[in-house]
């Protein structure tokens, strides 16, 4: 069955450091893997897509085949990032996404 | 555009109460979906619409129904409302028409926070 992990409830950071959201799938097909953040107060929106290979708002994902992994990753952390964030899978065949349990990121001033 | 629209915002039902959650999108999307979201637990999906005339049932359906009642609207109903049912419900809506990873993308509605007491 289709799968994404992400294995952290919450990251806590201070403004200007690196933080990395970890997301793991299992699928054994090819994937298309999303980030989607939640700001405090507003609706779901989708942050990036791995097939675009685009940065957005400083944040990147790579998707690692033979780690079956789609990190979240941006160098300096700024305190209008603090959201929760999901990952989410979509497998050939299906008109649904499958998103993880999410990690809720807190930066600190 | 407004985008994906729900109604209520907010809803107190007591156990054994019915009631219906409004979704409606204006994108000429094709496919529509009803999540719940419980902390600790992401997003689930309930139930979805791949195309206008079909609905689907997703990872937890019970105690739920669907209607597609055209192509911009897409409804959820409690029959008869539990306390495990206290969440905020997302709707949200994809052009499943469209080719390569945007057929995926997902837009979503502000949500309705809904408690069972």
């Known amino acids: 069955a289709q799968r994404v992990t992400q294995p952290e409830k919450l990251l806590s950071v201070f403004k200007g450091a690196p933080v990395e959201l970890k997301c793991n799938y299992s699928?054994?097909?090819?994937?298309?893997l999303f980030w989607y953040v939640q700001y405090s107060r507003q609706r779901l929106q989708l942050l990036l897509r791995?097939?675009s290979r685009e940065s957005i708002k400083g944040f990147t994902a790579d998707l690692n085949k033979g780690e079956t992994s789609f990190h979240l990753k941006k160098p300096f952390a700024q305190e209008e990032d603090s959201a929760m964030y999901y990952c989410a899978l979509h497998t050939s065949g299906f008109q649904k996404l499958v998103f993880g349990t999410g990690t809720r990121l807190l930066v600190s001033p | 555009n407004a985008g994906v629209t729900q109604t209520p915002k907010f809803q107190v039902l007591k156990t054994g109460q019915s009631m219906t959650l409004q979704c409606a999108q204006d994108?000429?999307?094709?496919?529509m979906y009803w999540y719940r979201q419980d902390p600790g637990m992401g997003l689930r999906l309930i139930y979805y619409s791949a195309s206008e005339g079909t609905t689907d049932k997703g990872e937890v359906p019970n105690g739920y129904n669907v209607s597609r009642l055209n192509k911009r609207e897409f409804s959820l109903r409690l029959e008869s409302a539990a306390p495990s049912q206290t969440s905020v419900y997302f709707c949200?809506?994809?052009?499943?028409?469209?080719?390569?990873?945007?057929?995926?993308?997902?837009?979503f509605g502000p949500g309705t926070r809904l408690t069972v007491t």
């Open positions: 699928y054994s097909g090819s994937p298309e």
């Open positions: 949200a809506s994809s052009n499943s028409g469209t080719s390569g990873s945007r057929a995926y993308e997902q837009y």
């Open positions: 791995h097939i």
């Open positions: 994108m000429n999307h094709n496919s």
